[in-house]
């Protein structure tokens, strides 16, 4: 680590500690101090009736969830803003009263008050509570060192702590600020990439899987790009990384196989528009529809509310069934019998108009039902019709076809015959009833 003047910043904290000393000894200070607990007393007091009606008033705005959680931030600290305004008006008080001087520390906790508050409300509008905390700590830890006028001896303490790595030198300072514009470009990259994939998202002409994948181009490029800019930024030479990127590369193209393979699947999924967003699908003992189209997986949900994570290269590899991938018409098959005192023609025409009136049962593709075989009990049928939305189930509209059959049959008095067995007794039997007698 780097040697600096130990002596020098002792000499600055001794001047610096006894200067506050010196100020804090003056009456005045205490009463700013009194004045300061005081209006954060009253503040917090009044926010516990004030705060709660406000949050339920402001739950109610719909459409915008980035808008509501500032807002609702911004209520959460009800008390910051009605102490601020009580101190606000202490200070303007004081300032009508005495000299400016006696104002000293209500401006400077004004300033910092509002600073917080300010950065803990805006930085709401990132969704990781710990990445917002850590952004508003540094935005007001930023303006504070300003507001003391120390920001030079801070840079220039958080310089001296470093390390030298061969020809780099990698400091306190350096550091932190790499994070900070690392963080707020990402940061910015998201938020334009999540706006840009909105406009897409909203455009008509374009296709889902069209849509899905134009997002993801746009989310990763603007954030490599943001990346680079970063590290160009900080000073970081970008040749200097060439050699060791591409050995990271290699590396990572060895260890993260699966992952690659999966990511590459899903761009060939979204590029050939084999699968897309709302489609219904069966792959092995998993049938469901496509919520959502992932980097990695595909996101399907199952008729019992499951929802299974099917990597991208299991839909590339295995054969996958896609009910609604040129159009929505599925046809599905219902198995009957009736017994054979039924006449077929009569059985057929009301066969198709019970499963004409099933709801789901679309009506410009008419049923049609054919006598498939003649059976050990029953003369067989096979009822076919079409329905537009297996997503909504098979079994279930089966179970009202089925349902509906039994009503027309039972109406029209056909029966729907039950199998028969003979038994022939090789020897005699005997047979004895309850009081005792045999045949």
Request: net charge neutral.
């Amino acid at each position: 680590m780097e040697s600096y003047d130990i002596t020098e910043w002792g000499q600055r904290l001794g001047d610096f500690l006894r200067l506050l000393q010196g100020y804090v000894a003056q009456p005045w200070t205490l009463y700013q101090f009194l004045i300061i607990a005081a209006c954060f007393g009253v503040a917090y007091l009044l926010s516990l009736k004030i705060e709660p009606a406000l949050e339920e008033r402001a739950r109610q705005i719909k459409g915008n969830p980035g808008l509501l959680r500032v807002i609702i931030a911004f209520m959460r600290r009800t008390e910051w803003v009605i102490f601020l305004v009580f101190l606000a008006v202490a200070r303007e008080a004081i300032l009508m009263m005495t000299w400016p001087s006696r104002s000293y520390m209500l401006s400077l906790a004004l300033v910092l008050g509002f600073t917080w508050l300010a950065a803990s409300v805006l930085t709401r509008i990132i969704r990781s509570r710990s990445l917002a905390r850590f952004v508003a700590f540094c935005i007001f830890v930023y303006v504070a060192v300003g507001v003391l006028d120390v920001r030079d001896e801070a840079q220039t303490f958080l310089d001296g702590l470093a390390v030298n790595l061969g020809d780099f030198r990698l400091s306190a300072l350096f550091v932190l600020r790499a994070i900070a514009v690392t963080t707020v470009l990402l940061w910015v990259a998201h938020i334009a990439g999540s706006f840009i994939a909105s406009l897409i998202a909203t455009s008509s002409d374009l296709s889902p899987s069209f849509k899905v994948l134009a997002g993801k181009v746009v989310s990763i490029t603007l954030t490599v790009l943001a990346g680079m800019i970063a590290l160009n930024a900080i000073g970081v030479d970008l040749t200097a990384l060439t050699v060791f990127s591409g050995a990271v590369g290699v590396g990572l193209g060895f260890g993260l196989q699966k992952v690659v393979s999966n990511f590459i699947s899903g761009v060939i999924i979204l590029a050939d528009k084999s699968i897309k967003p709302g489609d219904t699908i069966e792959l092995g003992d998993t049938f469901g529809w496509i919520r959502e189209l992932r980097a990695r997986f595909v996101s399907v949900i199952t008729r019992d509310g499951r929802e299974y994570l099917i990597p991208n290269e299991d839909l590339i590899t295995q054969q996958v069934i896609n009910w609604s991938f040129s159009d929505k018409f599925v046809r599905l098959d219902v198995d009957f019998g009736v017994s054979y005192d039924s006449d077929p023609h009569e059985v057929i025409r009301i066969a198709i108009e019970a499963a004409q009136s099933v709801e789901r049962v679309v009506a410009n593709k008419k049923p049609v039902c054919w006598m498939t075989a003649f059976g050990s009990s029953s003369i067989d049928f096979k009822l076919r019709f079409w329905i537009t939305d297996p997503q909504g189930g098979l079994t279930n509209i089966r179970g009202q076809v089925l349902l509906a059959l039994w009503d027309a049959f039972k109406e029209a008095d056909i029966n729907i015959p039950f199998p028969h067995r003979e038994l022939i007794m090789r020897t005699p039997v005997e047979v004895v009833h309850k009081d005792g007698k045999a045949d």
